[in-house]
C-alpha cells in the first residue's frame, strides 16, 4: 500500500499545527487590509504588484492571484498601490478594523515609472536571487524564427541560460540538462516543451500572463527539478469586455478569444494555433506519395468568482505534433507517422480563510505521449504480407496539490503546502506485429513503472530588519517506486541586504532532488528522449546550488552581477555505445550515473523603461561530468559547457507606430565527440575495422555560434481595433551556425560534414486585436 | 493561387536549404599504437603500429620501430620483428622464449620509432588469485544444447579473468603459429589461440570476454557457457585456460567489445576505447595462465577438414 511515510505524515500536522498557531498569536491588536488588484480594463490579476501604506512604512506585493495582505496597527493609512506601467493608486483612510480592498489599477503607458518611496520589485530589492521576471511586451518584441513569438526562445536569451543546438529551444540552465526545467504551465508541469522537433515551444504568446525564471535559491514551494523554475502563468481572460487577437504568419496562424461569462464575475480565455506546411505542399505531392508535417495547440481557461472568499478555475492545454509520409503502388503500402504531445488539466479552486491565509487548491492532470510507427504492406508475388511497427513512450501525473499563503505580519510571508503526485511511466516499448513469421514477434521494451512522490513543505520570506531579508524554508519530498522509498530533505535559503535603497547583496543556497530523469542522446535532441522514474537501481538526482551576487540601479538601469556553484549528483546518461534505439532491453541497463558540477559568473544589465529598452546578458561559465563508466572515468565538458554566452536584447520605440527590435546573441561552440585519430585494434580482436580516437569525451569544439535577428513592427489603429504588420529577418548576416556534425569522416568531401539549418530567413506576419 | 502557393512553399523551403560545412581537424598528431596482452606461458606478441588522421587512407609506414622490455633494469631477449603491410602496415615484437615473465613481477616496455616520441610502458603480470574447481560439459539433447560449466573459486579482493577454451594439451610441446605476420612455428607448451569464440563467449573474438570479479557477490561461482550441439567443437584434447589478467586489460575489453557493437550506430554515444599507453594508444598488460581439464567432455563430431592457412606471407 502506498502510505507515506511517518515524518511525511508529521509534516502534514505540523503544517496545521503551525497555522493555527500563528493565527491565534497574530490575530490579535493589529488590523489587516487584504484584497486583489487588478487591471481595471481586463481584469487580469496583477502579480508583483506593491502595495505600500506611506505613514507605517510597511509594504506588501501580490501573489500569483493577485492577493495582498496588509497588517499593521490601526491607525490612518496613506496607501500606494503600484505596478510598473500602471497609474499608481493612492488611498487614505482611518483603519481601525481590518478591510477588503479590491483594487482595479489602469494601465498608463506615459506613467511607467513609480515615484513614491515605495519598496520596489527591482532587482536589488528582490530578495529572491537568480530570478528573472520577463514582461510578457518584451517577449513579444523580441524578434523570432518564422515571426512565431517564443517565450522559451527568449528565456535563451538571458544570462545563465544555454540554448540547445541551432534554432531548438532546450534550454540548459547554468549546467543542468533539459529535464532538469521545472516548466509549469498554471502550475502544471510540462514534459516537453517544443514543438517541430524543437524549434517551437508550446507556448502561444497569446495567452500568457506572465513568465518567471528561477535559476537558483529556489524557494521552497518548488521541487522535483533541480536546475530551474520557469513558472508560466496563463491569461484569466478579460472579464469586462470581448477580445479577440490573432495572427497570420509564413507557416502557421493563431487566433484568440477573451471575455466574461458574467461581467467581472467569470471570464474565460481560448487560443489556438496551427502550421500549415503540410496543407500548402499537399498539392505539390505526387500522387501516390504523401508526406507533411504539422503541429496544433490550444490553450483554455475559465474562472469564476463564487463570492469574495472563493474563485474557481479551470484550465487546460492540448497539443499535438504530426509527421507523416507514405508511399502506395501496385506492390507495396506504406506509411510512416511520427506524433508527440502534451495533454494538460487543472482545476484550482482559491479561497480565502482569513485576511491573512489564502489557499489554493488544485488538481492537475499532466500525460505526455510520443509515438513512432510504420505500416507496411506488400503484395509481391501475389501475397499479401502486413507488418506495423509501434514505438511508444509517455508520462502520466496525476497531482492533488494544497497550497497556503499566510502573511502573520509585514515581516513574515509564510508559504506552505503539500502535494503528492503519482507518476505512470512507460519508458519506451516497441510493439511489432506482422503476418507469418512476423506474427511470432512482438517485442515489449521496458514495463510501464508507476510511483508516488508526497511533498510538503514550508517557507517564510521573513523582513528580518529594515535592509535585511531571507526567504528560508525546506522541502520535504518522499518518492514510493519499486517498493522502495527516496526520502529528501531539501533547505532552502536566500538572503538580502540592501546597502542602500539602489544596492543589495544576495546569497543563496538551495538543494534541489529530482525523481526522474531523462534518457537524451549526446548527438540530438528529439521526442524520442525518454521520461524514466528512478528506480531501485536508477537513484534519484539530486542537486546543490551555492550563490552570491549583488544587484543595483542606476538611473533608469538595473545590474546584476551573480556567481554560482552548482553539484549535481546521480544525473543519468546513456553508457558508451548505447542508445535509445534498444529493441529488447531494460533502459536501466542502458544508462549510468554520476556527477556534475558547474560554475560560472553572469552579468545582466537591463532596462525597463523608455523608448528604448532591452538588456544585455554575458555568461562565463564552466560545466563538467564525470561518470565512471564514460570517457574512462575521467571528467569531461557538458555538451552545452559554453565559456562565453553573450546576448544583447534591445526594442525601440521609432514613433507612435514604428518599432525595432534586434537581438544579438554570441556562444562559444558546443562540445562533441569527433573521432581524432584512427588506430588498427589489435591483431586477435577478430575485428576488421578500425578504432576511432575520440581523444576524449567532448574534446572538440564546434565552432562559435553566433547571429543577428531584427524586426520591424508598424501597428496602426483601426476602427475595429488595432493591426500590426511584423516582418523579421533572422539570421541576418546569414551565419552558418553548425545544426549537427557527422560523426562519421568524409572522405569524399576531405573533412567531417558539418550541417547548418537557418540561412538568412526573413518572414512576415499580420497581427491583430479587437 | 498556386502561383501564391508556391511562393509560400518557395520561402517556406529556404529552411530546408541546409549546407554543409567543413571541420578542421588536421591539428591532431599521430600517435604510437602498442597493442600485447602478454603471458607468463606463451610466446608474446607486441603489435606497434602509428595512428593515422582520419582524412588519411592508409596507417604510416614505422620507421625503425623498436621495443625493448625491461625487468629490473635490465632488458630481456626479444624475438624477431616482423612487418605486415597490409592495410594495418603493423609491426609484431615477437617475445619468443616461454616463461621470459614471472607472476607478480613488474617490466617496463619502451617503444620507439623514428618521428615519434619514445613511449616507456610499465606493466606487470598479476598473481594468481582465482582457482578453478571443476570444469565439465553436459548436454541437453531435448534443446540441441551443450554447456560447459566452469566452478571457480574467487577471492576476496578485486580480480580479472578470461576463460578460454583450447584444443591442444598443456604437457605436450606445440607448434604456435603467430598469424598474419609469419607463417614460422614455434614450441611451446600452451597455446590459447583461437580458442573462446568457438563457444560463443558472448562475442565473437578470438579470446574471450574478461570478466571482472566485481561482477559476483559470492565467493565460489558456476559459470555456464552454451552453444548448440550441432555447432559444437569440442574436441579430445580440449582443456580449459584460465587467464588472470588485469583490470587495465578488463577495461581495455569492456570499451572495445562497446565499441565494435555500437560503431556503425549514428545514434549510440562514441565509445572511448580505453588505453594504458602514456602518450599513446593501445593496450600494453600482463597476464598469467593456468590450465585445467574438463570433465565429462563427450565425443566430437565429426568436421569436414578445415582448408590450409591461406592468409598472407610476408617476411622482414
Redesign the interface.
Known sequence: MLRPPLIARFSFVFIIAFFILFKGVFAQSKITISGYLSDARTGEHLIGASVYDQKSGKGAVTNAYGFYSLTIAPDSVDLYFSYVGYQNERRQFLANESKRLNLRLSSDLLLKEITVEAPREDLPSQVQMSTIELPLADIKQVPALFGEVDVLKVIQLLPGVQSGTEGTSGLYVRGGGPDQNLILLDGVPLYNASHLLGFFSVFNADAINKVDLIKGGFPARYGGRISSVIDVKMKEGNDQEFQGAGAVG??SSKFSLEGPLKKEQSSFIISGRRTY?DL??R??MPKNNKAGYYFYDTNAKFNFKLGDKDRLYFSGYFGRDKGFGGTKSDYEDFDLGLYWGNVLGTVRWNHLFNDRLFSNLSFNVSDYQFRVGFFLKDRYGGEEQEMNLVYLSGIQDYTLRYDFDFIPSPQHYIRFGMQSVFHRFRPGVFDLDGDEDLAEINIKGSDQVNSMEYTAYVEDEWKIHERFSANIGVNATFNYVQDHWYPSIQPRVSVRYLVNRDWSWKASYAQMNQNLHLLT????GLPTDLWVPVTQRVKPQEGHQWALGTAFSKGKLEYSLEGYYKKMNNVV?????????NFNGNWEDLVTSGQAWSYGLELLIQKKVGKTTGWLGYTWSKSMRQFDD???GDAFPYKYDRRHDISLVVNHELGKKWSLSGTFVYGTGNAI???????????????G?E???????NS?R??AYHRMDLSLTHTKQKRWGERSWVISVYNVYNR?N??F?D???S?W???????????I???ISYNFKF | M?KI??F??G??M??A?????????SS?E??L?V???LSDRDPF?I?V?G?????E?D?PDLKNPQVRIFHEGKALPMGDRCHSDGY???Y?FLGLEESLLKEGERYEAEVSAEGFKPLRIPFELPERNLEVLRAWVEEFPETNERSLFVKMQLPQTSAYFEIILHNLSSDEKLDWEI???SRRKYTTKAAY?QAG?EFGVDD????ATVFSREMWEEDIVTLEIKQLISGAHFKEETHLALRTTTEAHY?YDL??R??????D??????????SNIPGG???LTGSVIDIYEIENLPEAPEYPEEPDYWGPDYWE
Open positions: 509564413l507557416i506546411l500548402v505542399a498539392p505539390f542522446s549526446s548527438a540530438f546518461e546513456y553508457r558508451e555505445g548505447a542508445s535509445f534505439f564514460i570517457n574512462l565527440s569527433l573521432p581524432v585519430r584512427q588506430l588498427q585494434p589489435p591483431a586477435d580482436a577478430g575485428y575495422g578504432i576511432n580516437e575520440y581523444g576524449g569525451r572538440f564546434m565552432p552558418k553548425v545544426f556534425v560523426p562519421f569522416y572522405s568531401s576531405g573533412g567531417y560534414d558539418a550541417v547548418t539549418l537557418f540561412p530567413i526573413p518572414s | 498556386k502557393l508556391f509560400i512553399l520561402a517556406v529556404m529552411v536549404c541546409e549546407s554543409v560545412i567543413h571541420i578542421d581537424i591532431m599521430p600517435l599504437v597493442n600485447g596482452v606478441v603489435n603500429s595512428s593515422k588522421r582520419p582524412q587512407n596507417y594495418y602496415n603493423d609484431s598469424p598474419f605476420c589461440w569464440f565473437y573474438r578470438d579470446h577495461r570499451s572495445f562497446n565499441y565494435s557493437f555500437s560503431k550506430n549514428i545514434l549510440a554515444e562514441p565509445v572511448n576505447v580505453y594508444a593501445g593496450i
